[in-house]
């Protein structure tokens, strides 16, 4: 069974521009949990997608923005970039919502903002 | 609010030492508990889970037991490899519809083993 994927995996872009990133959940899962990784505010929480619906989101400013398709494949996308948004950007799907299901993370988008 | 706290790194050991890595959560009631390692330019991984107290998490020599009296849920092994070199992460299930998510992360522990 494939794992979870995602698209690109590394991406610069400057300051002021947007940017979008893809995540293709393990088959069968129906929930996509997007995560920001920074080495100094950890891992955080961005928002979970289940069935399409956004479920819960994380204290991010409204440039930080999602959907999730029919097939479970979800985006997400930020605006107007600033310096702070450099991060690896990680999706985990799961089978359900919620936190007892377990969690399954794709590599990773490498986000360089200039 | 919720919080997971694990020891500070980096932790460097020699192959073959025994691994503690320390871990404590806050929460009003019984989360699952959950060890993620992150090998360099990757993603992460689950590394083992325990659904309720008392239960012992295990896979590939690692081991964590949930221990609701002390709200801790320790990692352990007996004898690390180069290969275990790593950020290991400790987490809690998170509160429904809460804006930690599903999943609330310690702040990680960098693991070097030499060899």
């Known amino acids: 069974k494939a794992g979870v994927t995602q698209t690109p995996r590394y991406l610069i872009k400057t300051r002021g521009q947007q940017v979008t990133l893809s995540c293709s959940p393990i088959?069968?899962?129906?929930?996509v949990s997007w995560y920001q990784q920074t080495p100094g505010q950890g891992l955080q929480f961005l928002f979970e997608?289940?069935?399409?619906?956004?479920?819960n989101k994380g204290n991010f400013p409204g440039r930080f923005s999602g959907r999730q398709f029919s097939n479970s494949r979800s985006e997400m996308n930020v605006s107007t970039l600033e310096l702070g948004d450099s991060a690896l950007y990680l999706c985990?799907?799961?089978?359900?919502?919620?936190?007892?299901?377990?969690?399954?993370f794709g590599p990773g988008t490498r986000l360089t903002v200039l | 609010g919720d919080s997971v706290t694990q020891m500070e790194g980096p932790v460097t050991l020699s192959e073959e030492a025994f691994l503690t890595i320390n871990c404590t959560y806050t929460?009003?009631?019984?989360?699952?508990l959950f060890w993620y390692v992150q090998y360099p330019g990757e993603g992460l991984q689950l590394l083992l889970k325990?659904?309720?107290?008392?239960d012992k998490g295990s896979n590939k020599g690692f081991e964590a037991t949930y221990r609701k009296e002390t709200t801790s849920f320790h990692l352990e092994k007996g004898s690390v490899q180069v290969s275990d070199s790593a950020v290991y992460f400790c987490?809690?299930?998170?509160?429904?519809?809460?804006?930690?998510?599903?999943?609330?992360f310690g702040k990680g522990t960098k693991l070097s083993v030499k060899p």
């Open positions: 325990a659904t309720k107290a008392d």
């Open positions: 985990a799907s799961s089978r359900g919502p919620g936190g007892t299901d377990t969690q399954y």
């Open positions: 929460a009003t009631g019984y989360p699952s």
């Open positions: 987490a809690r299930e998170g509160n429904y519809g809460g804006s930690q998510g599903n999943l609330i």
């Open positions: 997608y289940f069935s399409e619906t956004q479920r």
């Open positions: 088959s069968g899962h129906r929930s």
